[in-house]
């Protein structure tokens, strides 16, 4: 199946130039993906081509007639100026897809900031937090749900902020019906912690104030690569979708706190993050404090 994607192109970034696979079948493409080898020993990402690699995006969503993560990239690609690898083809493999994309020559963060001078990091803070910036004017439309980008139907929401014994839920069919959500997982929380009725924290409901926003969710120093031509490119966007803003902090601070997964000396790197995605201190506290709670069904 050969992806059409559902978003205008509005950006021509300077006539894209055709790739290497453009004349593969995707049969062609498929095999070339079974004999090839993986770029990370822990990623399913396969070099293709020298100019291509093809990533195995698993869709949660197993009947979706879309990829939300190859719609995400598309989107990104059409309306922002973030460097992220061009969308060349996408193949629809079993219960999972093939995004056949460009590939970015460089070298993770993870690899270099432990390296790089104070003045390197805050350069690099301060065009992080340009493309959140950018991310944040591609706002969701009222009607649409939150969640993965699709042009079908409302799709499971898969964020480290619903926790690491159940990172999915949903799919909610509304911004509303998703605060409904947290908001019960705050009244549960609270019982579990036998909180008195009458206390303040039983009024205080989930912050629904900023509209949905395009977000990364998966901003770590590993999906960050500081390409050969210089540029900061973001990749891995599995995990994107239309979530409210403080959703971009609080998942960035989830990941930087998971050393062991991270893999790097991140020094200096969380003291960044409420500067690149701005300071959603209130909102981080309410969730981590609802976190006993999302443990169940």
Not at 51 to 65: F, G, H, L, Q, Y
Not at 109 to 124: C, E, F, G
Request: glycine fraction near 4%; charged fraction near 25%; proline fraction near 8%.
């Amino acid at each position: 199946m050969v992806y059409c994607p559902p978003f205008p192109q509005s950006q021509d970034r300077n006539h894209v130039l055709p790739s290497d696979i453009d004349e593969l079948s995707n049969e062609e493409i498929i095999e070339l993906q079974e004999n090839s080898s993986r770029l990370l020993p822990d990623y399913d990402v396969f070099q293709l081509t020298p100019a291509t690699v093809a990533k195995a995006s698993e869709d949660i969503n197993e009947a979706a007639p879309d990829c939300s993560e190859a719609n995400a990239l598309d989107l990104v690609f059409a309306k922002t100026t973030i460097p992220v690898p061009r969308v060349r083809r996408v193949v629809k493999r079993g219960h999972f897809y093939l995004i056949v994309m460009d590939y970015i020559k460089g070298q993770a963060l993870s690899d270099l900031w432990k390296d790089l001078s104070i003045w390197r990091k805050l350069a690099i803070a301060f065009t992080l937090r340009r493309y959140v910036r950018q991310l944040r004017r591609l706002k969701a439309s009222p009607s649409m749900p939150p969640g993965p980008l699709s042009a079908y139907a409302p799709r499971i929401c898969e964020s480290p902020i619903f926790g690491q014994v159940r990172s999915r839920r949903g799919p909610f069919a509304s911004y509303s019906e998703f605060s409904a959500f947290f908001n019960d997982r705050h009244r549960m929380a609270l019982d579990i912690a036998h909180i008195p009725k009458d206390r303040p924290s039983w009024r205080d409901l989930f912050d629904d104030s900023e509209p949905l926003v395009l977000t990364h969710q998966d901003l770590n120093p590993r999906n960050i690569i500081l390409g050969e031509d210089g540029r900061l490119w973001i990749v891995d966007w599995a995990w994107a979708g239309y979530y409210p803003p403080c959703f971009e902090y609080v998942a960035m601070l989830t990941q930087a706190e998971n050393e062991e997964m991270l893999g790097y000396n991140h020094v200096l790197w969380e003291t960044l993050i409420p500067f690149i995605c701005g300071p959603y201190f209130y909102q981080r506290k309410w969730l981590w404090n609802l976190m006993p709670a999302m443990a169940y069904g």
